[in-house]
């Protein structure tokens, strides 16, 4: 494949920081209103941007394929964002994180100056698919999926998961550049996805520490009948052993399903909080023009009302569905302790044994030390569970209580 010239180095000044600029787009791809920051970045007069097809601000260095999968989410009633590269009326190119938000008759497309290092990594991968298209003649479709690989090589499961992380990325990057004060609602929701990831992660590793004792009721039943014969008490502690070992196989396969508690929902929450905290700040932004000279004032005014609210109820159900699996999943940490108390009393039990035993214990003082050493990594992966889901019920409760204290 051949290399694609992109202009990206060309970028104007004209887009700050501070600048929030919309459009509202209705159901055919063209421009109904948007407010004075769009118009006058663009550098486009009113007229020659209302009714005309939204791709007049679109850069010829934008991928087609990544360009489609944005219009496609948005006239599939879902929310979505992205990097898009824009020009200007001059032709100058400039980037933005745009977010697009369907209405009944179209979508509202937001925009903010994006400054992450995200970015800097999604310039090349554009490039790389602008050329596939240009110059390899690859089809929307074709790009689409390369994208989603340069996406995965990047670490992200897909689109959603990289989506989320970028516009929260440039929402805090914002937020921090301007000296403005971290939304909480945001703050809380990035603490649940830290520990929600501590859960998800450690949910395989208890799974591995427990197979670990597996083997020891086999080797006890060996030492028993070394030590002691067929019938005496070291026997009687591999036979309990082995019966817990077996109830708790299918234990921990519960425990395993129940600690994926749902990364995937929970970015969708972060990305419709972001939404719910930039749309204020448009709304503050545009309520303060002294002119507006698209009409529809009062129309956009209600829709993007509607939307915060919307997007704040889709977070707060997402964030409350989340606690209640976090409460469940509490309750079988509970029941995993007190198998873990299992572990313990044979250990135990071994050891008292071992002190009576006539003979070689060696065989006997490993069994003991692994079930010591498997004891004390279950204690510490369990206790770093149990902290994680003890933060994702605080910060929710935290998150709902401040939303809840909002909305009323």
Request: negative net charge; glycine residues 6%.
């Given at each position: 494949m051949q290399s694609y010239p992109g202009l990206y180095a060309l970028e104007t000044d004209r887009f700050r920081l501070e600048d929030l600029f919309f459009s509202r787009i209705d159901k055919r791809g063209h421009i109904q209103s948007g407010n004075a920051a769009f118009q006058y970045i663009s550098g486009y007069d009113w007229s020659e941007l209302i009714g005309a097809p939204q791709k007049i601000?679109?850069?010829?260095?934008?991928?087609?394929?990544?360009?489609?999968?944005?219009?496609?989410?948005?006239?599939?009633?879902?929310?979505?964002?992205?990097?898009?590269?824009?020009?200007?009326?001059?032709?100058?190119?400039?980037?933005?994180?745009?977010?697009?938000?369907?209405?009944?008759?179209?979508?509202?497309s937001i925009r903010l100056k994006p400054t992450s290092k995200i970015l800097e990594k999604i310039k090349p991968v554009y490039e790389k698919l602008r050329a596939a298209e240009e110059i390899d003649g690859a089809s929307v479709d074709d790009g689409a999926k390369m994208f989603l690989a340069e996406l995965e090589e990047m670490g992200f499961d897909d689109y959603s998961h990289f989506m989320s992380d970028a516009l929260i990325a440039e929402t805090m990057g914002r937020i921090s550049n301007l000296g403005k004060a971290r939304p909480q609602v945001i703050s809380a929701l990035q603490n649940i996805a830290e520990a929600v990831s501590i859960v998800e992660n450690s949910g395989g590793t208890v799974e591995m520490?427990?197979?670990?004792?597996?083997?020891?009721?086999?080797?006890?039943?060996?030492?028993?009948?070394?030590?002691?014969?067929?019938?005496?008490?070291?026997?009687?502690?591999?036979?309990?052993?082995?019966?817990?070992?077996?109830?708790?196989?299918?234990?921990?396969?519960?425990?395993?399903?129940?600690?994926?508690?749902?990364?995937?929902?929970?970015?969708?929450?972060?990305?419709?909080?972001?939404?719910?905290?930039?749309?204020?700040?448009?709304?503050?932004?545009?309520?303060?023009?002294?002119?507006?000279?698209?009409?529809?004032?009062?129309?956009?005014?209600?829709?993007?009302?509607?939307?915060?609210?919307q997007y704040e109820k889709q977070s707060r159900t997402a964030v409350s569905q989340l606690a209640d699996k976090a409460r469940r999943f509490a309750r079988?940490?509970?029941?995993?302790?007190?198998?873990?108390?299992?572990?313990?009393?044979?250990?135990?039990?071994?050891?008292?044994?071992?002190?009576?035993?006539?003979?070689?214990?060696?065989?006997?003082?490993?069994?003991?030390n692994?079930?010591?050493?498997?004891?004390?990594?279950?204690?510490?992966?369990?206790?770093?569970?149990?902290?994680?889901?003890?933060v994702i019920l605080e910060a929710s409760d935290q998150m709902l209580r401040r939303t809840s204290k909002e909305a009323a």
């Amino acid at each position: 494949m051949q290399s694609y010239p992109g202009l990206y180095a060309l970028e104007t000044d004209r887009f700050r920081l501070e600048d929030l600029f919309f459009s509202r787009i209705d159901k055919r791809g063209h421009i109904q209103s948007g407010n004075a920051a769009f118009q006058y970045i663009s550098g486009y007069d009113w007229s020659e941007l209302i009714g005309a097809p939204q791709k007049i601000v679109r850069h010829p260095d934008m991928p087609e394929c990544v360009f489609f999968m944005l219009s496609e989410s948005a006239q599939k009633n879902e929310p979505i964002g992205g990097y898009v590269v824009n020009r200007t009326k001059q032709g100058q190119p400039f980037w933005v994180f745009a977010i697009m938000m369907p209405l009944d008759d179209g979508f509202i497309s937001i925009r903010l100056k994006p400054t992450s290092k995200i970015l800097e990594k999604i310039k090349p991968v554009y490039e790389k698919l602008r050329a596939a298209e240009e110059i390899d003649g690859a089809s929307v479709d074709d790009g689409a999926k390369m994208f989603l690989a340069e996406l995965e090589e990047m670490g992200f499961d897909d689109y959603s998961h990289f989506m989320s992380d970028a516009l929260i990325a440039e929402t805090m990057g914002r937020i921090s550049n301007l000296g403005k004060a971290r939304p909480q609602v945001i703050s809380a929701l990035q603490n649940i996805a830290e520990a929600v990831s501590i859960v998800e992660n450690s949910g395989g590793t208890v799974e591995m520490l427990f197979s670990r004792t597996e083997q020891i009721p086999y080797n006890m039943r060996l030492q028993a009948g070394r030590l002691e014969g067929a019938d005496g008490p070291i026997r009687v502690i591999s036979d309990n052993h082995r019966q817990m070992s077996q109830s708790l196989s299918h234990s921990l396969s519960g425990f395993r399903d129940a600690a994926e508690l749902g990364a995937g929902p929970l970015r969708s929450a972060m990305f419709v909080s972001a939404i719910a905290t930039l749309i204020p700040e448009v709304l503050a932004i545009y309520s303060r023009e002294a002119t507006n000279d698209t009409g529809d004032r009062k129309l956009n005014l209600d829709y993007l009302t509607d939307l915060t609210d919307q997007y704040e109820k889709q977070s707060r159900t997402a964030v409350s569905q989340l606690a209640d699996k976090a409460r469940r999943f509490a309750r079988i940490c509970r029941d995993m302790r007190r198998m873990m108390s299992g572990l313990e009393m044979t250990r135990i039990m071994c050891k008292i044994e071992r002190s009576k035993a006539q003979g070689d214990t060696e065989g006997l003082d490993e069994i003991v030390n692994r079930l010591q050493s498997s004891e004390q990594d279950l204690n510490r992966v369990m206790t770093e569970i149990e902290d994680a889901v003890r933060v994702i019920l605080e910060a929710s409760d935290q998150m709902l209580r401040r939303t809840s204290k909002e909305a009323a």
